[in-house]
């Protein structure tokens, strides 16, 4: 089974920025779909960000336009999230999924999932 390994969280005040990596351990994402997720205590998981599987098409949730942005390694073997002007509500557990469907923006779309990551805001 392809396995999803997450890195990149953290701690940082607010206004700062992060980079989430998601690498496909034993193969790569091909043309799959990506999609991240936010999870916070006592709430679902939720769709912040994606790339579809066709036409390298993306899609922000509109909390995080203009300060988030998703892209693929050229080897696709490696998918970022890079998070600018993070603010206290974008804080949780951040997870990347993949599919061979054309999007993964909800967790039930989802076949493979990372391990997830924490990011914390503070002001």
């Known amino acids: 089974q392809l396995q999803l390994v997450q890195s990149g969280g953290g701690l940082v005040q607010f206004g700062e920025s992060l980079r989430l990596s998601c690498v496909a351990s034993?193969?790569?994402?091909?043309?799959?779909?990506v999609g991240w997720f936010r999870q916070v205590p006592g709430k679902d998981r939720e769709a912040i960000a994606g790339?579809?599987?066709?036409?390298?098409?993306?899609w922000y949730e509109d909390s995080v336009k203009g300060r988030f942005t998703t892209s693929r390694d050229n080897a696709k073997t490696e998918v970022y999230l890079q998070m600018n002007d993070l603010k206290p509500e974008d804080a949780g557990s951040y997870y990347c999924?993949?599919?061979?469907?054309?999007?993964?923006?909800?967790?039930?779309?989802?076949?493979?999932w990372g391990q997830g990551t924490e990011v914390t805001v503070y002001s």
């Open positions: 790339i579809s599987s066709i036409d390298d098409k993306y």
């Open positions: 999924a993949e599919n061979h469907s054309a999007w993964v923006l909800t967790p039930q779309a989802a076949r493979d």
């Open positions: 034993g193969g790569n994402l091909g043309n799959y779909a």
